[in-house]
């Protein structure tokens, strides 16, 4: 089954969409920011581990669909997975570069156009926890190793893209 990579379709007489067999919704990525922004004055610095966590885990989980439903896998599969999730995909980010060493398990991503890191406004620190997590959940599956993700620049404390770096754990 090879599937295109954009494939969000309303059900017929149901009022709810569909991607890769999944249900998902468009959420207004000022309504994420604005979770993410209540949840760090709360909690605090843990709010990113948080965030961080969950990225993980969706990432895993929308890794574990796409990798049934397409048959690339490596760096193919990465070709097609970013722009799955580029502006004219889903929108969460656009890729600039993706370096993985996957005999060290290592690398970085470099994105554009952050949903994140566009509507959080000016920051010290990076603010895309979340996609960071995802990044690991994703590339775990991919590789099929344990990964750590640290986001060193990020939009939102104005670099020109963000840059997240992983390494084997
Ligand atoms: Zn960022």
């Known amino acids: 089954m090879n599937k295109p990579a954009f494939l969000i379709e309303r059900m017929k007489g149901e009022a709810w969409i569909k991607q890769l067999e999944t249900r998902v919704v468009i959420l207004r990525a000022g309504t994420f920011v604005d979770l993410q922004k209540n949840i760090e004055a709360l909690i605090g610095d843990e709010a990113s581990a948080l965030f961080y966590d969950a990225g993980i885990r969706a990432g895993k989980g929308s890794a574990e669909v796409q990798l049934q439903a397409w048959k690339e896998r490596g760096m193919d599969f990465l070709g097609k997975w970013g722009k799955f ?16 060493d996957s005999e060290k398990g290592g690398g970085y991503i470099r994105v554009k156009q952050s949903f994140i890191a ?9 603010v895309c926890h979340f996609l960071c997590g995802f990044f690991v959940g994703v590339l775990e599956k991919v590789l099929g190793e344990r990964l750590t993700c640290e986001e060193f620049k990020c939009i939102a404390k104005g670099d020109s893209y963000c840059e997240f770096r992983f390494e084997k754990l």
């Open 85 to 100: 999730y580029g502006s004219s995909g889903c929108g969460w980010f656009k890729v600039e570069d993706i370096n993985v």
């Open 118 to 126: 566009e509507v959080y406004g000016k920051s010290e620190k990076p």
